[in-house]
């Protein structure tokens, strides 16, 4: 056997200002800019990683989280493995938009079986003092909206932010384990969409 | 109410005016005084005091602090000799009254009068303040706005007994609250004989503290009887019809009724229509055999435009001349930084070329009045009405979180407590007055951010952006129509250019050049230098040497890309990630010297197709491509309107299916 490295595409989704870059920037360079610019456009950091065992390539995408630009950014869910839904716990309107974000999302991922899909809830900005969402409110609506998995991170001091990918992580291997017991096909999943980046493997 | 120590402000308007051309020494003819008027408790003792906020209205001199407009920054934790100013008006307990603040900038320090107003001030020279009890009369003209006239009596003297004080113009709007302020503590009557002179009577102080009690809710009535008076209330009340406008979020408007295929690219080929363009079967197509463009002209930059070679191409009067010329220069080499402050207005088409100096400065103080007229209707919304006002509060909910975002490393916008920062808000939310429809859409504030730079000036940098919004407006509307044509019309380009290259990127699902997009959208702000962004934009505002050449300066990039990208055979994420990490690496240039060099190229092209003419504008330029340029007032959204997918029309879906804009090539 050889060392098989999975190509995941995770996608970062929420209001504008919440702190997507900056989250997916503390994750891959371990660095946070408060000097950064807001999002134009469509962008994707790679990240490697090592989750129990499996060697991982997840790619991250990164959307402006403005209105107007939907329909530039909606093109590229489809193929997403994991959805990180993200608000940020200091801005009220960002929590109660995650609906809107997660109906979004399944919409134009196409998403096959929505009740299944890994979605990991991100209420960011920890740090800041001036709360406007509870931790029961969030994890509440996770609950009822399937159970999702919630991580309150701070993009800023780095709390809990690796820690909220690598459950991305998981959820998607435990999926993939699932259907690939229904569907035994080869299992080494590199370049499982033609066109997606190069991961090296072994 | 009031603390002992501190005077208290009861009223403060800014925006308000003396023309000092009424001013019977005659020098300064042409100086408008721009400053605010207050009315302030000292101890008791009312005062009516005015401040001029600059020399003059002359915007070249900009200045250290404003005050707060907004909820941005907090003025009270400037440092040094600017959280002076400001820390007063924030005791002003009328908070709708504090409404239109100009924010600007001094070069020199500020000189602070501590709060006295002291005459012998050079910049203050038009300050004066006056107790209340010392009044006469005021005497109230209209004039298209209204004007108060202010008569002391005669044993006062508050600075030039002699010398009457300068009328003041409410050209913002505001006399009648400052007058109805003023009405709690003093009587103002009517002359018997001219019902435009009020008497002033200052009741004894027990008396005027029962007055002001009374008269709180009595004036609280009249604020709101003449809100609705008030020709912006008007305005206002004709934009909150469109509060009830649904954002409908989530629900796809692309009506993407047929589940979209596989790839990302035919998604996107959905959601920019009309990109499919390598259907050549599809009617209306401009089939054309491979077109052999010949040797690209090599071409040489030159230095910037310096200011003295500024000043010669000027006549004495102020008037532009040799125009075709000087902007032949600016497109070889920029211009100075000591010379866009100036040059900008030109080429943005703020000031008309052929305009004298005096019609200039008519000119700026008519649009400061505009602005300010502009920013008031903003600046007045009631906490209670925006929170009626969906749309508004979204305009400024994301022009905030934008404002905090843009240029931060900049000096100009660096830090927390820079004034910079505030201009940048103040100026979007006044675009979203000028253009409610469209409002705030992120990319704007990059597009402000160098303009307001450069013009160090609030007013002049808003017409300076609206200008180029003219131009720009397209990419952001609700379609993004500008958008996808300019992306349809650059796929022409680069197939005509390098037909190779273009099948390798549509052999990568990339044959649409998504990844251009934020080149497009904001004008490669985010890709190149600050400085580079200078440079690049004032070339293309020559509009030289043909139509649309900012896509000429995507295709000389991509042509620097090409090689990498092909031999690394790099697939549709790679590509979009290799562009994106451009950023700050790109020579400018280098750039337009190969861009120059491609549209010689082109030109040169004998059978050009005519898609490709229309794009660049050969065509219409016969006509002498207006050097002289006639200086008018741009027209609204000229280029993109007219480049639409070369011919005019709106939309390409239509525009594809019925005429012969698309061109295919056939290797
Ligand atoms: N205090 C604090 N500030 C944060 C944190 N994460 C992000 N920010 C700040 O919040 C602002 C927005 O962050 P971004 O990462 O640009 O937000 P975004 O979600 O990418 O926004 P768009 O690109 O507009 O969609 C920035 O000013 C960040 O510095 C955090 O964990 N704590
Ligand atoms: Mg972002």
New binding site residues.
């Given amino acids: 056997m050889t060392t098989k490295t999975s190509l995941l595409k995770v996608i ?1 989704l ?13 994750y891959v360079t371990n660095k ?9 456009g469509v962008e994707f950091l790679n990240k490697d990683l090592e989750v129990d065992g499996h060697q991982v390539t997840l790619q991250i995408w ?5 209105e107007r630009f939907r329909s530039l950014r909606t093109p590229f869910y489809r193929g997403s493995d994991c959805c990180l839904l ?1 608000f ?1 716990v ?1 801005d009220n309107q960002s929590f109660l938009n995650l609906g809107n974000w997660k109906k979004e999302f399944i919409y134009y991922a196409d998403v096959k079986e929505p009740e299944k899909f890994p979605f990991v809830v991100l209420g ?5 003092t001036e709360r406007q969402v509870s931790a029961e409110e969030a994890q509440q609506w996770c609950q009822e909206n399937g159970d999702y998995p919630y991580y309150e ?5 780095a ?1 809990n932010v690796a820690i909220a990918f690598e459950e991305a992580v998981r959820r998607v291997l435990a999926m993939d384990e699932r259907t690939d017991h229904l569907i035994p096909t080869d299992t080494v999943k590199l370049h499982r969409k033609p066109r997606s980046a190069t991961t090296c493997c072994s | 109410m009031a603390e002992e120590t501190v005077q208290k402000v009861v009223f403060e308007h800014e925006g308000v005016f003396i023309h000092s051309s009424s001013d019977e020494d005659g020098i300064e003819q042409d100086l408008l005084v721009s400053g605010s008027l207050r009315i302030v408790d000292k101890d008791g003792e009312i005062f009516v005091e005015y401040r001029p906020l600059e020399d003059t209205v002359d915007p070249s001199n900009m200045l250290c602090a404003g005050k707060d407009s907004s909820s941005v920054m907090e003025w009270a934790q400037c440092p040094g000799d600017r959280s002076h100013q400001l820390l007063e008006t924030q005791q002003s307990y009328e908070t709708e009254w504090d409404m239109v603040n100009a924010v600007s900038f001094k070069r020199r320090p500020c000189t602070n009068g501590e709060g006295s107003l002291n005459h012998s001030h050079e910049r203050s020279r038009w300050a004066f303040t006056f107790s209340v009890s010392d009044l006469r009369s005021i005497t109230v003209k209209e004039e298209g706005w209204s004007f108060l006239l202010f008569k002391l009596k005669d044993s006062s003297s508050p600075s030039s007994p002699s010398s009457p004080l300068p009328a003041l113009h409410f050209h913002q709007g505001g006399s009648r609250e400052f007058l109805d302020s003023l009405r709690r503590f003093a009587l103002l009557s009517e002359a018997p004989d001219d019902e435009t002179c009020l008497l002033v009577s200052t009741p004894n102080k027990a008396l005027s503290q029962s007055f002001e009690n009374l008269l709180d809710d009595n004036n609280f009535g009249l604020v709101h009887q003449k809100f609705r008076k008030d020709p912006y209330v008007t305005t206002l009340g004709s934009f909150s019809k469109v509060t009830n406008y649904i954002f409908d979020a989530f629900r796809g408007t692309e009506e993407q009724h047929q589940r979209p295929p596989e790839e990302v690219a035919d998604l996107l080929g959905e959601v920019i229509p009309g990109l499919e363009i390598n259907q050549q079967e599809e009617p209306g197509f401009e089939v054309i055999t491979r077109i052999d463009l010949g040797a690209r002209p090599q071409v040489t930059r030159r230095e910037p435009l310096s200011a003295e070679d500024w000043t010669k191409h000027q006549d004495p009067e102020g008037r532009m001349i040799k125009i075709r010329h000087l902007k032949q220069v600016i497109f070889k080499g920029g211009l100075c930084h000591a010379v866009r402050k100036e040059a900008w207005k030109f080429l943005l088409g703020y000031f008309p070329w052929d305009s004298t100096l005096e019609e200039r400065k008519a000119l700026q103080r008519n649009k400061t009045d505009e602005y300010f007229r502009m920013k008031l209707q903003w600046k007045s919304v009631s906490e209670e009405q925006e929170r009626r006002n969906s749309r508004l509060r979204d305009y400024r909910s994301l022009i905030e ?2 404002v ?2 843009t240029d931060r490393t900049n000096r100009f916008y660096e830090g927390i407590d820079n004034p910079g920062l505030v201009l940048l808000h103040d100026i979007l939310m006044t675009y979203c007055m000028y253009d409610f429809d469209l409002g705030y859409v ?1 990319g704007m504030s990059d597009l402000l951010s160098p303009i307001l730079y450069v013009m160090e000036n609030e007013v002049d940098a808003f017409w300076c952006f609206v200008s180029f919004m003219d131009q720009m407006h397209q990419n952001f509307e609700e379609q993004m129509q500008g958008m996808k044509t300019q992306l349809i019309q650059l796929s022409t380009l680069l197939r005509l250019l390098d037909l190779a290259f273009w099948n390798y990127l549509e052999s990568q699902d990339s044959g649409y050049l998504y990844f251009c997009f934020r080149w497009l959208l904001i004008r490669f702000k985010r890709e190149l230098s600050f400085q580079d962004v200078l440079r690049l934009w004032e070339v293309m505002w020559t509009g030289l040497p043909c139509q649309n050449f900012h896509l000429l300066v995507c295709c000389a990039i991509l042509d620097s890309e090409k090689q990498k990208i092909m031999e690394e055979n790099y697939g549709f994420n790679e590509i979009l990630k290799h562009i994106n990490e451009l950023s700050m690496k790109l020579d400018i240039e280098e750039i337009l010297q190969k861009a120059e060099g491609i549209s010689l190229q082109i030109r040169s092209c004998k059978d050009l197709p005519e898609s490709v003419s229309n794009i660049l504008g050969f065509h219409t330029e016969v006509s002498g491509s207006d050097p002289t340029d006639p200086g008018s007032r741009p027209a609204p959204r000229p280029a993109q309107r007219q480049d639409a997918c070369s011919n005019g029309h709106g939309h390409l879906r239509e525009t594809g299916s019925h005429n012969s804009c698309k061109v295919a090539f056939i290797s």
């Fill in positions: 970062l929420g209001d504008g200002g919440v702190g997507k870059s900056s989250i997916m920037n503390r946070f800019d408060a000097h950064l610019f807001h999002t134009i990164d959307t402006a989280g403005q993200t940020s200091d960011n900005k920890l740090d800041v991170t701070s993009a800023k001091d709390t | 979180k934008d905090n975002r992120q």
